[in-house]
């Protein structure tokens, strides 16, 4: 027991020893972990600036009237309203300048018009104009709903008249893009896609580069005549890699959401998927003939991966295909880890759980067969 623990531990050792004969692995792993830094850092930038661009809304007037002094009453029940007393009243054409952080303006004012039937009376015209800034409407149309239907219950009998116009360039916030990585969802998606791609280079791609070289020098082979049969030599590749997918997603763990290293879940999701990729891979390499169409092999497997992943959100057949792939429950159930959890949450967790420790233990064994019985041999 103690000989087999030994030659176990040499052939380990002898992995370790080639990753660091091989430095461009060693900075591909490091380049993944600093995608996921700066990720991190964007992703803090972004929600700054999304809680800066959702300032409080204005509400000025020059003058304060009963009106007024209803809004005041009556404030919004969510939104972020202050009111201010201007020195003078509107005049037509002149811009009014407010604070940068000010994301939406009402202002109400009220002018006299002389009436053409009777040049004697005059009747009262409030002007309300609202200003927005930046391409969230959220906040102005909460604004002009609570403006026009505090107008409603005031009962007032004056003429209303409105307009909507943006804030001027100085106050306009910074038109945010489609992925926007201050939410905690699309933080989440990029998070998971950086854990699976450093996974599958560490355990597939690394795994068919270094195993397939091998395998065309014969070295497996000849390892294989000694008293380390080939399931030893294949138990320390998968030893290895599955060690250093750890070591590398717990470094991005670390970065994204350090709480998830507590979540015995979260080890899991790691083990159970880089189990399914050491396997894929060793199966990758075992059925090749040489270490340039093994690396061709994993680049289509690759491809066919994303293939159906994109044909799965219109065509049923690739949904149901997709379902009995353990890279959608690892990516799937790595996005629910990392965003907050829902009321969903047990039961798409409890599923995603499930698939992934059955369906990468079954790769497993079918890559162990495959290996013993020509992986090992030199092609």
Same mark, same amino acid.
């Given at each position: ?23 461009? %692995? ?25 809680? %800066? ?16 002094? +209803?809004?005041?009453?009556?404030? +919004? ?75 409603? @219950?005031? +009962? ?16 306009? @916030?910074?038109? $945010? ?10 933080? @989440? ?55 250093? $997918?750890?070591?590398? $997603?717990? %470094? ?11 979540? %015995? ?13 050491? $396997? ?71 599923? +995603? ?27």
């Amino acid at each position: 027991m103690m000989k087999r623990l030994n030659r176990l531990w040499v052939l380990y050792s002898k992995e370790w020893l080639r990753l660091r004969r091989n430095p461009a %692995a060693l900075m591909a792993v490091g380049l993944l972990i600093l995608m996921a830094l700066l990720v991190s850092i964007e992703s803090k930038a972004s929600a700054q600036a999304k809680r %800066a661009s959702q300032g409080p809304c204005l509400v000025v007037y020059p003058a304060e009237d009963d009106f007024i002094r +209803h809004l005041k009453a009556n404030q +919004h029940p969510r939104l972020p309203v202050r009111f201010q007393a201007l020195p003078r009243a509107f005049e037509p054409g002149v811009r009014m300048d407010y604070p940068a952080r000010v994301s939406c303006v009402a202002e109400i004012g009220m002018r006299n018009t002389d009436s053409a039937a009777d040049t004697d009376s005059a009747r009262a015209e409030r002007r309300v104009l609202f200003r927005y800034a930046g391409t969230d409407l959220k906040q102005i149309n909460g604004l002009s709903r609570w403006v026009l239907a505090g107008l409603a @219950a005031y +009962h007032s009998g004056d003429n209303i008249q409105q307009g909507l116009r943006p804030l001027p360039a100085k106050a306009a @916030a910074t038109a $945010s893009s489609t992925f926007d990585l201050g939410s905690s969802k699309s933080k @989440a998606v990029v998070g998971a896609m950086l854990m699976f791609s450093t996974q599958f280079f560490v355990c597939c791609a690394l795994f068919i580069s270094l195993t397939a070289h091998e395998r065309e020098r014969g070295i497996t082979q000849a390892l294989a005549m000694t008293t380390a049969g080939p399931g030893e030599q294949w138990l320390a590749k998968f030893l290895f890699h599955l060690t250093l $997918s750890l070591l590398a $997603s717990a %470094a991005i763990l670390q970065i994204l959401m350090p709480v998830m290293l507590q979540a %015995a879940l979260s080890w899991l999701l790691i083990v159970c998927s880089s189990i399914g990729l050491i $396997s894929i891979a060793t199966l990758l390499t075992s059925l090749s003939r040489s270490q340039t169409s093994a690396s061709l092999m994993g680049f289509c497997y690759l491809m066919l991966v994303g293939v159906v992943f994109a044909l799965a959100q219109n065509f049923p057949a690739f949904d149901v295909l997709r379902g009995f792939m353990f890279e959608f429950h690892s990516i799937s159930l790595q996005t629910l880890l990392l965003d907050r959890p829902d009321k969903d949450f047990v039961v798409k967790g409890l599923i +995603h759980t499930a698939n992934l420790m059955i369906m990468p233990l079954l790769l497993m064994g079918l890559a162990i067969w495959v290996w013993k019985r020509r992986g090992w041999r030199q092609p």
